[in-house]
């Protein structure tokens, strides 16, 4: 019970966000929902509603709302769908990871960043935000302290392009959903952030982005397992340490990515009747406006101003290799 009073009042801001959200949506629906819930959530969070109390609630709706949605998302798709990102789907999303861990460990020593805050912010850029830097920071045993700016810059990095991929993809592919769903999967952070740039575009760009993004996220443990390696071994230690916490299980693969691929399945093979698929959906997309909703209010503008020259620096400039790699990739990949 202390934990749901905890959770509500930042719950019931968000689904309250969200809801607003839907209804405007009605009268001015080229916005659609999914943009007016994190401008409205990042307009209340920001001026009236940013207080600690509201804090858990949001991080709930943001984080397990929108597992949900993903989770019902795969209620609605079939193995024939995750199939149309085939081979060069693949190919370009572990050439992009590669790239983004590279450039993140590389750009970090020039500017003189320790060993752990290059490999955190190396993860989290290439995987999924947050939740690889969570799994990374024990691996390598870095502090709360790196972890909380990485997390934060990270965070501040895919807010950024979050807004900035929906108008380059616009310019230079005019919202082909495949090129599209490719640069907003392949390089956005968390996966809020995607679902929500993928929402500014459609509804089949936003799948199917989802789509190479649970790709990434299965790559967790491998991305993890290599930086640990790589920390280790430049410190003269044995490997051994972080093999071990990878086989205890430290490092998981998100529930909801399993769940995903268990109704994809469950779809695949027709056991979920039309009726009940279309509710999935409609249930799918309010949990996400209402995630999207937390996202906004989420978003700490101080805290964007406050990050230092050089730290602010580093993530503009992985942003910069994300998406010039991103579009040398989609080029030779997808034409």
């Known amino acids: 019970m202390k934990d749901i009073k905890k959770i509500l009042p930042g719950l019931i801001v968000s689904i309250g966000i969200g ?15 999914a943009t007016i819930a994190i401008f409205l959530g990042m307009f209340v969070g920001n001026l009236f509603l940013g207080q600690e109390v509201f804090q858990k609630g949001y991080k709930f709706a943001e984080s397990d709302l929108l597992a949900y949605s ?10 024939s769908t995750l199939m149309e990102l085939g081979w060069n789907g693949l190919i370009f999303i572990m050439l992009q990871m590669s790239v983004t861990i590279v450039a993140a460990l590389y750009i970090g020593k020039k500017l003189g960043f320790s060993d752990n805050f290059r490999y955190l912010m190396a993860s989290g850029n290439a995987v999924c935000g947050s ?15 790196e972890k ?61 982005a989802t789509l190479f993004k649970i790709l990434r996220v299965i790559l967790l443990v491998v991305v ?6 790589l920390k280790h071994q430049s410190d003269n230690k044995n490997v051994k340490k972080e093999t071990e916490d990878i086989k205890v299980g430290r490092v998981k693969i998100p529930w909801y990515v ?14 979920i009747p039309t009726g009940v698929s279309a509710i999935f959906k409609s249930v799918s997309n309010y949990f996400e406006v209402i995630a999207l909703a937390a996202i906004g209010l989420k978003v700490n503008v101080r805290d964007l101003i406050r990050q230092g020259k050089a730290v602010s620096l580093y ?9 010039a790699c991103a579009i040398i990739l989609i080029t030779f990949l997808f034409n």
């Open 70 to 79: 993903i989770v019902l998302l795969g209620g609605t798709i079939s193995m």
């Open 315 to 323: 993530g503009m400039f992985i942003g910069c290799v994300q998406l």
């Open 148 to 208: 909380g700016i990485a997390i934060t810059m990270v965070n501040v990095t895919g807010i950024f392009l979050m807004f900035i991929i929906p108008v380059v993809t616009d310019l230079l592919y005019g919202h082909e959903t495949i090129k599209t769903s490719a640069m907003t999967g392949g390089i956005l952070q968390s996966v809020g952030q995607v679902v929500a740039s993928g929402a500014m575009v459609s509804e089949p760009v936003k799948d199917l």
């Open 224 to 229: 993890v397992f290599i930086l640990g390696q």
């Open 258 to 271: 399993i769940g995903f691929f268990v109704m994809c399945i469950i779809s695949t093979i027709h056991l």
């Open 131 to 145: 939740s690889a830097i969570a799994a990374t920071a024990p691996v390598i045993d870095a502090d709360d302290k």
């Open 19 to 33: 809801l607003i959200s839907l209804f405007l949506a009605k009268f001015i629906p080229k916005l659609g929902a």
